[in-house]
Structure formats: C-alpha cells, structure tokens
C-alpha cells in the first residue's frame, strides 16, 4: 500500500511563519501572471494558424523551422506575436484576478503543507486531519507533531 506524502511545515495555517507565507504568496502570484501572459501567446499563436508547441523557445523555433515544420516567416511571425502579446497581456492584467487566482494557490499550499488540512490517510485520505480529530473529541486541539519514517 502506498501513502500519500505527509511532510507538513506547520500544524495550521496560523502557525505558517509569516515569512513563509509571503514567499508562497509572491511564488504564486508570479506563477500566475506567467501563466496567464503563456495563455494569451498561445492562444493569439493559434489564431495566427500556428502550433504554440512549435514556437515554445527559440531553441524550438530554430530546430522547427530547420526541420520544415514551420517556415521562416511563420517563425519571425511567432516571435513578434510572442513579443506584443506577452508585453501587452503583461501591462494588462487585472490585478484583482492575479490577487485571487493567488489565494487560492496559497490555500492550496496550506491543505498540502500543513498537518490540519492534509487528508487523514488511515481513512479515506480525503477528510482532513483536523475534522478526523473533531470528530474524535470536539476539544482536542493538536499543539505540535513528530514526523517518523519507517524507510531511510
């Protein structure tokens, strides 16, 4: 049987050192931009008639188009629209959006790194830690915890 790794940073997310927390929050909101600028390339690379895997680096561009799979001019065509709509999705993206998209990667890295939120794995490995223990004794409250591993 394999198990889920469990290697939590903190009990809850209150106990999540602040510092920790603005580095996931600035990661995720960075990861965020980046994709939503990759989204617009791609899909204005579509609508232009070319594969977005074809173009995805300049390392690609050249092998493709050496290879015949995109011609020369769809090659500098790739790049400028590379070039315009990364810069103008990048000046442009609500920042609202980024802000929320961010939140909810931030949560996300709560339920995976801290022992509360995990998924309890004696069980269905889908209720959390923290409603197993509820559920046990409404008064409980888990102060800290020792991770064993019985493989090296």
Do not use: C
Not at 25 to 50: P, S, Y
Request: net charge negative; glycine share 4%.
């Amino acid at each position: 049987m394999q198990v889920a790794s469990m290697n939590p940073v903190a009990v809850s997310a209150d106990s999540v050192p602040q510092n920790v927390i603005d580095t996931e929050l600035k990661t995720a909101e960075q990861k965020t931009r980046e994709e939503l600028v990759q989204k617009a390339v791609d899909a204005a690379l579509t609508k232009a008639g070319i594969n977005p895997a074809h173009v995805d680096s300049e390392a690609h561009i050249e092998s493709n188009q050496s290879k015949g799979w995109i011609t020369a001019e769809q090659a500098e065509q790739a790049r400028e629209i590379i070039k315009t709509v990364s810069a103008e999705k990048a000046a442009n993206l609500p920042e609202q959006m980024v802000a929320n998209i961010a939140k909810g990667r931030l949560q996300k890295f709560f339920k995976e790194q801290t022992l509360e939120e995990q998924g309890y794995q004696m069980g269905d490995g889908k209720t959390a830690v923290k409603d197993v223990v509820k559920a046990a004794d409404a008064e409980a409250k888990i102060l800290t915890f020792k991770r064993l591993s019985l493989a090296d």
